[in-house]
C-alpha cells in the first residue's frame, strides 16, 4: 500500500544531542514537507523540499536540517542548537493539486 | 489578521450537526482543506474545496466558502463519537499550506 512512514514514533533525547527522523514515502509524490505541532498552536512549517537535492527554509527552520538525497526520503535532523525541541513532528507528501498526505508523526522528548 | 484562526472548542451532542468554523487569511488560496486529526496520530485530509466553489458537499460533510470574508465552514451532519478529534482549516499559499490552531471537537452521548 502507498503511503508515508515516519520513524520512530516515539524518541529520547538527552540535551545536547542531535537526533534525525525518518521519513519515506512510496507515492511517487516530488513535494515533502516537515511540520511540527504543539498544543494549541497547530502546525508550523520547519522545512520543505520541492525536488530531489532541493529544500527551503520553513516558517520554523533554526536549530533544523534536513536533506533530500532521494525523491523517497526526507529526513530531518533535530540539533542541539534548537532550544525546545520537545515537540510532536509531522512529515508530509503533496499531490500535484495540493493535498498533503502525512504520516503517523514522531514524538521527541528531551530529558 | 496574519493567522488561520479557529475556535479551540465545540462540544455537540451524538446526532445533531457540528459547524467548524475558519477565517483564513490569503484571497488568492487555491484550494481550502478540512484535515482531520485523532490522538497520537496524523493528520487526515477529509475533503478540500477550490477557491471558484462556494460549497461542496460530501456524505455527512459540507463544506461553505466566503471568499469576501475570508470565511471556511464545515459541517458534520449526525455527528457521531466516531467524530472526535481535531480538526484544522488550511489554505495554499504557493508551495505551501498554512493551517489553523485546530479545533478539538468532542461529541457527547
Known amino acids: 500500500d502507498g503511503g508515508i512512514t515516519q520513524s520512530p514514533k516515539y524518541l529520547f533525547r538527552k540535551e545536547g544531542q542531535n537526533v534525525t527522523l525518518s521519513c519515506e514515502q512510496n507515492l511517487n509524490h516530488d513535494a515533502m514537507y516537515w511540520y511540527r505541532q504543539d498544543p494549541g498552536q497547530g502546525l508550523r512549517l520547519i522545512y520543505y523540499?520541492?525536488?530531489?537535492?532541493?529544500?527551503q527554509k520553513g516558517d520554523i527552520a533554526e536549530g533544523y536540517s534536513v536533506s533530500r538525497e532521494k525523491k523517497e526520503s526526507f529526513p530531518l535532523t533535530v540539533t542541539s542548537a534548537q532550544k525546545n525541541p520537545t515537540a510532536f513532528y509531522l512529515c508530509?507528501?503533496?499531490?500535484?493539486?495540493?493535498?498533503?498526505?502525512f504520516g503517523e508523526g514522531s514524538r521527541l522528548t528531551v530529558l | 489578521g496574519e493567522d488561520v484562526e479557529q475556535s479551540l472548542f465545540l462540544s455537540v451532542r451524538e446526532g445533531d450537526s457540528s459547524v467548524i468554523n475558519c477565517t483564513y487569511t490569503?484571497?488568492?488560496?487555491?484550494?481550502l482543506y478540512w484535515y482531520k486529526q485523532e490522538p497520537g496520530a496524523g493528520l487526515q485530509l477529509l475533503t478540500y474545496i477550490f477557491s471558484n466553489m462556494d460549497m461542496k458537499q460530501d456524505q455527512r460533510l459540507t463544506v461553505l466558502l466566503n471568499k469576501k470574508d475570508k470565511h471556511l465552514s464545515l459541517r458534520i451532519a449526525d455527528t457521531q463519537t466516531g467524530d472526535s478529534a481535531i480538526y484544522f482549516c488550511a489554505e495554499s499559499k504557493g508551495n505551501k499550506l498554512t493551517f489553523g490552531t485546530g479545533t478539538q471537537l468532542k461529541v457527547e452521548l
Open positions: 508530509a507528501s503533496r499531490t500535484n493539486t495540493g493535498e498533503l498526505f
Open positions: 523540499s520541492q525536488i530531489v537535492n532541493d529544500f
Open positions: 490569503d484571497s488568492s488560496s487555491t484550494y
